[in-house]
């Protein structure tokens, strides 16, 4: 995913503003105050701890720099919340096993997103990490949220 990141980043003619690196969340490689925005996708609730990860976010950004977080949920509607969770639950690790010949996968996925925490408590980490202005924006239905932030200047 980096490679094809970078070669979008080089493509669009920004590789001598953007940086795309791979790291511990929990021990970023990169010095104190050097980036302006950071960005996790579908991998914060895989944190051993993610009050640390999101210390070290702040401790990475530069004063008003930003956080968004993409991280799977579990819908509240209550209409689509049993569909969701049966198919998230039944159809999907099956399929999944089908595509991927991975049988723990696809298993590991709904229990992973079952034991993060919920949006108003990782709402509540990142405020207790430093952030302001933070947000959890449902989408989809609240199968997928947007937690947005920022760093006081």
């Known amino acids: ?21 791979r790291g511990d969340a929990m021990r970023l490689p990169i010095a104190s105050r050097s980036a302006d925005a950071v960005t996790i996708a579908f991998g914060i609730r895989n944190v051993q701890r993610a009050d640390v990860a999101c210390a070290e976010l702040v401790r990475v950004l530069r004063p008003g720099g930003r956080v968004a977080i ?13 569909l969701y969770l049966w198919y998230f639950t039944h159809v999907l690790p099956r399929v999944g096993r089908a595509i991927s010949g991975h049988r723990a996968a696809y298993s590991y996925l709904p229990a992973s997103v079952g034991t993060f925490a919920p949006p108003a408590e990782f709402v509540g980490t990142l ?17 997928v949220y947007l937690y947005t932030g920022r760093l006081p200047l």
Do not use: C, N, W
């Not at 990141?5 to 493509?11: L, T």
């Not at 449902?138 to 199968?143: E, K, R, V």
């Open 70 to 82: 993409l991280e799977f949920g579990v819908p509240r509607v209550p209409g689509i919340k049993p």
């Open 1 to 21: 995913m980096l490679a094809l990141g970078r070669q979008k980043v080089s493509a669009a003619g920004e590789a001598h503003r953007i940086a795309l690196i």
């Open 127 to 143: 405020r207790a990490a430093g952030f302001s202005d933070v947000r959890a924006d449902p989408l989809t239905f609240g199968i």
